[in-house]
């Protein structure tokens, strides 16, 4: 069985789905056996997920109108 | 002849117009206060560039690519001194584990979601704008924006195993900065260690 340090290296690409076979069973027995890795892949998912919701930043009015102006002009 | 360029351009700004609030968005995270100035940039470097767009489905991604380059561009114009960091450090650092020991939130049940809900989106940014920008982009293009890492390393002309790298190592450094960060500014109880 691999180390904790071993799997927790691996989370996000496990999570990625970016392992080979051998790694991601390797990854999956450990998780298996050991709760506190599980905790560190429920965390490592929550911050996927913090990341996701942390992508929209607001257009200002302004901004748009200028950039729609932008295309208006673009020459045919 | 005339009509297939006004239909040209119209097509152009359909795209780009759908495509605005996200590239804003990737853009603000990138160069901060210049994101429209490297969004102009974008609009008229991918209208003299639009014919080499093969497919409609693919415009997202393409004007993404050309979005990242001008801020990069921006970027290094404005290059701030390379931040040093100490891989060795980062690569064994694990938040969630700083968390437990530190334990910020004593009499809390979520121990782990309480600290991500002390971050607000201005917080988030500030974190992101602190990372090298070589981890930063595999980073946001990936968790942030949805797009595969060979598509981020098509729009870095990099190869898969560098991005692949380079996500690896930017996520570590995100979670260290976050902690980091959250000392600094105060987003912690005062008497955490």
Redesign the interface.
């Known amino acids: 069985m691999i180390s904790c340090?071993e799997a927790?290296?691996q989370l996000?690409?496990y999570l990625?789905g970016?392992l080979g076979t051998a790694d991601h069973a390797l990854v999956e027995e450990h998780l298996g056996r050991c709760r506190r890795c599980c905790?560190?892949l429920e965390?490592?998912e929550?911050?996927?997920r913090?990341?996701?919701r942390?992508?929209?930043?607001d257009?200002p009015d302004d901004?748009?109108r200028?950039?729609?102006q932008?295309?208006?002009d673009?020459?045919? | 002849m005339?009509s297939s360029?006004?239909d040209?351009?119209e097509r152009?700004?359909a795209l780009?117009?759908d495509q605005?609030?996200r590239l804003?968005?990737i853009a603000?995270?990138l160069v901060g206060d210049d994101a429209?100035d490297a969004?102009?940039d974008c609009?008229?470097r991918g209208?003299q560039r639009f014919d080499q767009l093969r497919e409609d489905t693919a415009g997202p991604a393409w004007l993404t690519s050309i979005l990242v380059n001008c801020c990069r561009d921006r970027g290094r114009a404005k290059a701030r001194q390379p931040v040093e960091v100490d891989f060795d450090e980062v690569?064994?650092f694990?938040?969630?584990?700083k968390i437990?020991y530190e334990d910020p939130f004593p009499y809390s049940d979520s121990l782990?979601?309480d600290f991500?809900n002390e971050?607000g989106?201005d917080d988030?940014?500030a974190v992101l704008m602190d990372l090298p920008e070589l981890y930063r982009l595999p980073?946001m293009l990936v968790?942030?924006?949805?797009f595969l890492?060979r598509e981020v390393a098509g729009m870095l002309d990099a190869p898969l195993g560098t991005v692949?790298a380079r996500?690896?190592r930017g996520?570590k450094l995100f979670?260290k900065q976050l902690w980091e960060y959250a000392e600094r500014s105060g987003l912690l109880p005062e008497d955490t260690p």
Do not use: I, K
């Open positions: 340090a927790v290296r996000w690409e990625d970016a905790g560190e965390f490592a929550e911050l996927r913090f990341l996701a942390s992508a929209h930043d257009l901004v748009m200028r950039l729609n932008t295309l208006e673009l020459e045919p | 005339e360029r006004t040209r351009r152009f700004a780009a117009r605005l609030p804003y968005a603000r995270r429209e969004l102009q609009l008229l209208y690569d064994t694990s938040l969630y584990r437990a782990h979601l991500l971050f989106p988030v940014r980073l968790y942030m924006d949805g890492a692949l996500l690896h996520r979670e």
